[in-house]
């Protein structure tokens, strides 16, 4: 059989296989320890695994197995790895290994794209989409039960160890694989009462809350999708530039929300390409803090203030008419509120919310609020005796203000009303076209990594389009 025939020269095999050969893969071979001339084990070429993944990606096929298999019969495949097989543990190591290597390989993927002009960092996107954990919502156990199964999976290893060579009776590769089993389950448990103690460490000030880790991958959060149910997942983070849909960074986190990851993601573009010049997001990431940080770091913001963020009026329902916390006015100069009964409620203390921004507390006078005729209107339910009423006022950061002043102009929001058709296509892209619906890998260090494989082989796909819209644009012309 004539191998180059499986294919014809126009296909993207040939031209994933030519993109990588150019790429410089020092670090990918630096790991190897066999070398040429020397014993020792023969290694497959970084070159070969590295357009398989990218081809199979493309192709929506994110097993290992799968793309082994098909490398029997798949012509593509067949043609890249000349007909010979891959073993799908090679093929399963090599993704999830190598993370210096993947993310410099990314990089200069992103460098060949800027030097062509389709990566100019003017103007970028951040968009968050939940992806499944490989790991079931029934995995997830309290601190006690997650400590009674590791003993009990150490004493499985310490008795598998013990075992005599007069025992054996299956092949040593087979055991080999047993043992390593074993000790990856200790692993990931130690892992998992790790992660509860972390979690609780977060979550002492909150009584009775339940903390819970999955033993099967102790880094996947419980996250809400986009259908109303509650699923292991990872959020992933992406950065799009909107010259040409590329995406530049790519973050798997275990945030169920967005309203943290705006400063990390400028740290992480900051390290690759450099901060852009403008950045927009949806109103998910749009708070004091994120607003602040993008501020500090010289980037301008486009985003969408919600009105979640605004102080919510306490009881309202209860309250009615000049009872209202909205309805006592405010003495500027003396920095104070009046009620309906001629008090003063002075400032009693201040918070700083972590959300960013800062709550000013009003309080009453102590004697004034017990022996008050309006106390019945004005107080909630089941107030106490000593109760007195005290009124939140929020002050907002000259830079909160300065935001919303320009979101209400027509050149932000016209900038803005483009956002989601360039952030979010390449999160259905990575689900629909790459499969990547859930993750085969486990921890947040390697989904980070498989979703890099995949974003790596959506940017490689745009490319080719523009490469082959630019070379029928001649022909056209002609026409």
């Not at 001339?37 to 096929?61: F, K």
């Not at 000593?386 to 203000?401: C, G, H, K, L, V």
Request: hydrophobic share 35%; proline share 4%; charged share 25%.
């Amino acid at each position: 059989m004539d191998v180059e025939r499986l294919i014809d020269e126009e296909h993207p095999a040939r031209a994933i296989w030519e993109l990588v050969g150019r790429l410089d893969l020092g670090l990918y071979h630096a790991e190897i320890a066999s070398v040429e001339g020397r014993a020792g084990r023969e290694h497959t070429d970084p070159q070969l695994l590295i357009s398989l993944w990218l081809y199979a990606y493309s192709q929506g096929i994110g097993s290992a197995r799968e793309v082994a298999r098909q490398c029997e019969f798949e012509p593509a495949l067949g043609w890249l790895c000349g007909l010979r097989p891959v073993s799908h543990k090679t093929l399963s190591d090599f993704r999830s290994g190598h993370k210096s290597a993947l993310d410099d390989l990314f990089v200069q993927v992103l460098g060949m794209l800027s030097a062509e002009g389709l990566i100019t960092m003017e103007r970028v996107t951040l968009d968050g989409t939940k992806i499944k954990a490989n790991a079931g919502g029934n995995t997830f156990r309290r601190r006690e039960k997650l400590e009674a199964h590791l003993a009990l999976a150490r004493e499985q290893v310490a008795q598998m160890n013990a075992q005599t060579a007069g025992e054996e009776k299956l092949a040593r590769r087979q055991q080999a694989a047993r043992r390593r089993a074993a000790r990856q389950r200790v692993s990931r448990l130690e892992a998992a009462v790790r992660e509860v103690q972390r979690l609780q460490e977060k979550k002492q000030d909150r009584e009775g809350s339940v903390v819970r880790a999955s033993a099967t991958d102790p880094e996947a959060h419980v996250m809400r999708n986009g259908v109303g149910g509650t699923v292991p997942s990872y959020n992933v983070q992406l950065v799009t530039d909107t010259g040409h849909g590329f995406v530049v960074n790519v973050e798997a986190t275990t945030d169920a929300i967005d309203y943290r990851q705006m400063e990390p993601a400028l740290e992480r573009c900051k390290r690759s390409l450099g901060l852009p010049r403008q950045l927009v997001a949806d109103g998910d990431y749009t708070n004091h803090s994120s607003v602040q940080a993008v501020a500090n770091s010289g980037v301008d913001f486009y985003g969408s203030w919600q009105q979640s963020w605004r102080p919510v009026e306490r009881d309202a329902q209860q309250r009615q008419g000049q009872f209202l916390a909205s309805a006592f006015p405010y003495d500027t100069e003396r920095d104070c509120f009046t009620c309906p009964a001629g008090e003063m409620l002075k400032h009693h203390a201040t918070l700083n919310r972590e959300a960013g921004g800062i709550t000013r507390v009003y309080s009453a006078p102590k004697a004034a609020c017990p022996q008050c005729p309006h106390r019945d209107p004005c107080s909630s339910k089941n107030a106490r005796p000593d109760w007195r009423r005290s009124i939140t006022r929020s002050q907002e950061p000259a830079a909160t203000t300065a935001f919303k002043a320009k979101m209400q102009t027509d050149e932000a929001k016209a900038i803005y009303s483009q956002r989601s058709r360039i952030a979010e296509f390449p999160h259905a892209w990575i689900k629909e076209r790459c499969g990547l619906r859930q993750f085969r890998c486990r921890g947040r260090l390697k989904t980070t990594m498989e979703a890099t494989w995949a974003v790596l082989s959506y940017n490689l796909s745009r490319w080719f389009a523009i490469q082959r819209n630019r070379d029928n644009e001649p022909a056209l012309a002609m026409a």
